[in-house]
């Protein structure tokens, strides 16, 4: 769960009824969610360099994701926001070889970022081909990083997926949603997809709840936000769905882990015993 903590701050299932599938959508989706795991994919996940990482894998299921939004070895790839890179050593080790990793970081200028956090941003993206390339030991140039408002004019219309891992949230709650997805979409080929995978509210959630305040999010507005903004939707793989998780934490998704934010030392048993939080991961196409 990201709630982007920078030195640069100061500061599940499509709902049928809501959105109506086509059926080669829906037929593209059951074939990915049920797609074998491929080899280059599986030996990535089990790579011994990633021992300290695996314990979250049981929550994040990266396999099985990954998957789902069909991403193959040899694709050029955008993760946005790529925070403490989990992901991204991950994705480091599967394109490496023969794909493309590319980090995309909030475009400093649009949101609530002071100085400070603006030259945060700036220094992520700056230092991100390094930290891939010094953690697995692929040659830093098979990695790239770019702040959203400094992406040169000849990546656009170059990358075969985009990446949004449990950052939906921060994005509307700092009211930068409708830049910051365009900007993305406008980086994908024609028929590129993005992949989300976000804390899940429940489906009658008040919007008090849902405002990215406390991290979950309705799918069915997710969905609704990403088709205004020219994307199909693809479909939704079960992949991270936890319906241990009841969603409704006065103090929002930090309750779980792994940050048990305020947890008293007895609830914390409890609180593992759930795991982490309930997460949609949707898949949406570019659309001309």
Not at 9 to 29: W, Y
Not at 208 to 217: A, L, N, P, V
Not at 241 to 270: F, H, I, M, Q, Y
Request: glycine fraction near 8%; charged fraction near 25%; charge should be positive.
């Amino acid at each position: 769960m990201r709630r982007i903590i920078l030195p640069i701050l100061a500061l599940g299932l499509a709902v049928p009824a809501f959105v109506a599938q086509t059926a080669p959508a829906q037929s593209a989706a059951k074939k990915a969610a049920s797609k074998k795991i491929n080899a280059e994919l599986a030996a990535a996940v089990a790579d011994p360099r990633r021992e300290k990482d695996r314990a979250r894998d049981q929550y994040r299921r990266p396999a099985e994701t990954l998957t789902f939004f069909q991403v193959a070895p040899d694709m050029k790839v955008g993760e946005y926001a790529p925070g403490g890179e989990w992901y991204s050593r991950l994705l480091g080790l599967y394109l490496g070889p023969k794909g493309k990793l590319v980090g995309l970081y909030f475009d400093p200028t649009s949101g609530p970022f002071s100085e400070t956090a603006q030259k945060g941003i700036r220094d992520g993206a700056a230092k991100y081909p390094s930290d891939i390339s010094t953690w697995s030991g692929i040659p830093a140039e098979r990695f790239s990083a770019y702040t959203l408002d400094a992406v040169p004019a000849a990546e656009k219309g170059t990358f075969d997926r985009i990446l949004i891992m449990r950052m939906m949230h921060n994005l509307f709650r700092w009211n930068i949603a409708d830049r910051e997805i365009k900007a993305m979409r406008d980086l994908l080929k024609p028929g590129g997809m993005i992949g989300i995978e976000q804390h899940r509210a429940r489906a009658n959630a008040p919007y008090s709840y849902t405002d990215g305040s406390k991290g979950y999010m309705r799918e069915k507005d997710i969905i609704a936000f990403m088709e205004m903004h020219g994307f199909a939707f693809v479909g939704s793989s079960r992949a991270n769905a936890n319906p241990k998780d009841p969603a409704n934490w006065p103090d929002g998704v930090w309750t779980l882990p792994p940050s048990l934010r305020g947890a008293k030392e007895e609830d914390k048993p409890r609180l593992q015993a759930i795991g982490e939080a309930d997460r949609m991961t949707l898949l949406f196409r570019k659309r001309l």
